[in-house]
């Protein structure tokens, strides 16, 4: 048995709901493995969990995604072994040092990429993959807008985007992003706290407008990002950094062009083992060719996840953070 430390909550509000506990780990049960955690991703989602925006039980550990190496193998596991280096990135629980974890949750990870690296991108890379691989298959004929392209998504985006050959436009929100969004491939940027960016998209494409938007930001784009669609154009809702959208008249969608809404989560295009595998390895490949560079951003301790937590929610991300169990 190990002394395990975990980083829970006991009730929802802003992040100094975080408490410590360290309790005694058990042996890993049929199926199932034992990590030593090495670096743990932190998500916007955590934070919607942990502010109440989606529904948690409660108490919970939060956090989707980690990278380990397994130190213990339970009863019937042949897939996996002690000493072998592997991650996660859907099973929420990950904010602590040790983890028993069912095993078709994990991936095995390839050599030569950085744990940090790993921890900070898998959910993210995973859910780009679903983005421009399955829900719409990106080609070099598409112009798409990338909301937040200098964030953890929106950087992953742009690199796949790039390789795809599709033309990108990016916001962001400073102009120091604005020059990392270009060095990773937008053809075009638009910062967003100065200029209207549904305008810059109708000059930036002569009136045409873009086939595909993904808004990520949420409540403070949404309902513009619709009028930056072409006919029949393809609005991905798949996140809420500003806040959840408002409700809004399906009419709308027609008005605008007979418009296509969807608002996807990783979780229901990763419903099974085949997809997870199939996923976790289409984006580790995009890592490992060199399509894609991860810029890890500052690394917080596990009894600073609140400082984790702020740093995300502070809109001054450039890279994004990891917790070091
Ligand atoms: P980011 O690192 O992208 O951080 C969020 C970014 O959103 C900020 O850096 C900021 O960039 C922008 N933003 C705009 N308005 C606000 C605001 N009011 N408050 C805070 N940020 C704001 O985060 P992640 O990479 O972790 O996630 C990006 C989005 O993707 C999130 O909405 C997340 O929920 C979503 N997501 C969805 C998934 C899915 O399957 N549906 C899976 C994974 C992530 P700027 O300053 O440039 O505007």
Same mark, same amino acid.
């Given at each position: 048995m190990h002394t395990n430390l975990s980083a829970n909550?006991?009730?929802t509000g802003d992040s100094?709901? *975080?408490?410590?506990?360290? /309790?005694?780990?058990e042996k890993p049960k049929a199926q199932q493995v034992l990590l030593k955690q090495t670096a743990i991703g932190v998500n916007y989602i955590d934070t919607y969990f942990r502010s109440g925006l989606y529904p948690i039980d409660l108490p919970a550990t939060l956090g989707d995604e980690a990278v380990g190496t397994i130190e213990q193998v339970g009863e019937g596991v042949t897939e996996f072994s002690v000493g072998q280096r592997v991650a996660y990135s859907a099973a929420k629980g990950a904010y602590t040092q040790y983890r028993l974890i069912d095993i078709n949750e994990i991936v095995p990870v390839p050599d030569g990429i950085d744990d940090t690296?790993?921890?900070?991108?898998?959910?993210?890379g995973m859910t780009v993959e679903y983005? *421009?691989?399955?829900?719409? /298959?990106l080609t070099p004929d598409d112009t798409i807008l990338?909301?937040?392209a200098a964030g953890g998504v929106g950087q992953i985006a742009c690199q796949w985007?790039?390789?795809i050959g599709a033309t990108v436009i990016g916001t962001v929100g400073s102009n120091e992003k604005a020059q990392l969004a270009k060095n990773i491939g937008c053809d075009y940027v638009i910062n967003y706290r100065e200029q209207n960016f549904v305008k810059a998209v109708d000059d930036i494409t002569h009136g045409q407008k873009v086939d595909v938007v993904y808004d990520g930001v949420g409540k403070e784009t949404f309902m513009q990002s619709l009028d930056c669609l072409r006919v029949r154009g393809l609005m991905v809702s798949f996140g809420n950094a500003s806040g959840k959208p408002d409700p809004f008249d399906v009419l709308e969608l027609s008005k605008k062009g007979s418009l296509f809404l969807t608002r996807p989560t990783l979780y229901h295009y990763t419903r099974n083992r085949q997809e997870i595998l199939e996923s976790a390895a289409r984006y580790l490949n995009m890592l490992e060719r060199g399509h894609i560079n991860i810029q890890v951003g500052p690394s917080f301790a596990l009894t600073d996840v609140a400082k984790a937590h702020d740093y995300l929610e502070q809109r001054t991300t450039i890279g994004s953070p990891v917790l070091i169990p």
């Open positions: 909550i006991y009730q100094s709901v *975080f408490k410590l506990d360290t /309790t005694l780990i690296a790993i921890a900070t991108s898998l959910l993210r983005l *421009f691989c399955r829900l719409h /298959t990338i909301h937040a985007a790039r390789s």
